[in-house]
């Protein structure tokens, strides 16, 4: 069963406008990241929030985390083309060294 | 170059062959990982690796064999392909335990069973 699951699964906006994806997990966590993976590649990390953060920004992004709620958003702020991409949440099993990645937001920027 | 990195890039097989995918980083994390991405699933833990001589199954291991007899090489290997082994293989590497540390994810290879 999945430990991270996003929500939406696919996204799509206007050049210009802001983004925000969802993760919901179920159990209790001492860090969730995100990252970006761009269509035919890789994942990159994007941010790590940790269970004591309730905010956190990086550029435009800003990813927040309820830790009572179990859930995290990513908002993507002044959306351009490139970032058209699948976003992933990731988070830990137990808290143990297995890393668990949600099925993805799929982001297309419309021009 | 430094990094993570996969080969090969591109690779198919028949049913009931071996194959053996490489990924091998530069910076000698300790932590590496093994995914499979398929459409509908997202990304799923196949094995992972806390060190060298150390592996432990992930989500979906079966039909897969792991080694790591040295802190940059992780390979995986499809001892007897099938079809459903069909997949995009992502490679990745940690510094340390947990998600404190961030993942770096080798380009993929994608395996096509035939």
Redesign the interface.
């Known amino acids: 069963s999945q430990q991270g699951e996003e929500d939406p699964q696919a996204l799509s906006i206007q050049e210009g406008e802001n983004a925000t994806m969802n993760c919901s997990y179920k159990t209790s966590i001492n860090n969730l990241q995100w990252y970006r993976q761009n269509s035919g590649r890789g994942l990159v990390h994007l941010i790590l929030i940790r269970s004591n953060e309730r905010e956190k920004h990086s550029g435009r992004l800003r990813v927040t985390l309820d830790t009572s709620k179990k859930s995290s958003s990513l908002l993507i702020t002044a959306s351009r083309a490139a970032d058209t991409a699948s976003y992933f949440c990731a988070t830990e099993i137990n808290r143990d060294d297995k890393i668990i990645f949600g099925k993805g937001t799929r982001l297309h920027i419309l021009p | 170059d430094a990094g993570i990195t996969q080969s090969p890039r591109y690779k198919i097989t028949e049913t009931g062959r071996q194959v053996t995918l490489m990924c091998h980083q530069t910076w000698s994390h300790s932590?590496m990982?093994w995914?499979r991405q398929d459409l509908?699933?997202?990304?799923r833990?196949i094995y992972?690796s806390?060190a060298a001589d150390i592996t432990?199954k992930?989500?979906v291991p079966d039909g897969y064999v792991v080694s790591r007899s040295k802190t940059e090489n992780f390979p995986l290997t499809l001892e007897s392909a099938t079809r459903s082994q069909t997949s995009v293989y992502?490679c990745?590497s940690r510094l340390g335990?947990?998600?404190?540390y961030?993942?770096?994810?080798?380009?993929?290879t994608r395996l096509t069973v035939t």
């Open positions: 932590y990982f995914y509908g699933h997202g990304l833990l992972y806390a432990d992930g989500e992502f990745a335990p947990t998600l404190a961030e993942q770096y994810f080798g380009p993929g």
